[in-house]
């Protein structure tokens, strides 16, 4: 990871609420791009070991995307997301759930809410993530959401510099 970018990760439980900014030094339409396409989503948003493997998504207003996390066993966390509003290339909201491989959920969920903005080449990507309950987001942190996301954005910034290679 390049130290000069901008990486900030706060957790606020009293406001059940995880914020979230990301610089990435690639161009706002690439980054757009892997936020907001499954194969390329599949690339990156899993921790390593694990693996992501998404079953469906149609990102538009309405539209789901419905994927797993796989671990190198091959257990499956599956997870249900509804894309509640979306401004191309600039943001988009989601709201997010835990669901078993037949789709049945697990509320309370939680709303994302992404922010995409460029400038002097330089994308960055703020991020609210709003829980339901302060059981769900301690839970999430137990889980290993922190070094989890943090594990992901590294592989996001890997996969932005492999894909603006090849542009």
Do not use: C
Request: proline fraction near 3%.
């Amino acid at each position: 990871m390049k130290d000069n970018l901008l990486f900030e990760f706060t957790v606020d439980k009293a406001a059940k609420t995880v914020y979230i900014t990301r610089e990435f030094d690639a161009e706002l339409s690439l980054v757009w791009d892997a936020f907001t396409t499954a194969e390329l989503l599949d690339q990156w948003v899993a921790p390593k070991p694990w693996a992501s493997r998404t079953k469906y998504m149609d990102f538009k207003v309405g539209g789901r995307r419905f994927y797993a996390m796989v671990s190198p066993e091959g257990h499956e966390r599956w997870v249900l997301q509804t894309y509640i509003s979306i401004s191309p290339k600039s943001k988009f909201k989601m709201f997010n759930v835990f669901a078993d491989k037949d789709e049945n959920t697990e509320l309370p969920g939680s709303e994302w809410d992404y922010t995409f903005s460029e400038q002097n080449g330089k994308t960055t990507v703020s991020i609210t993530i709003y829980n339901e309950s302060l059981e769900r987001m301690e839970r999430m942190i137990e889980m290993g959401f922190t070094e989890g996301y943090q594990m992901s954005m590294i592989n996001l910034e890997n996969l932005l510099a492999t894909l603006a290679q090849r542009n």
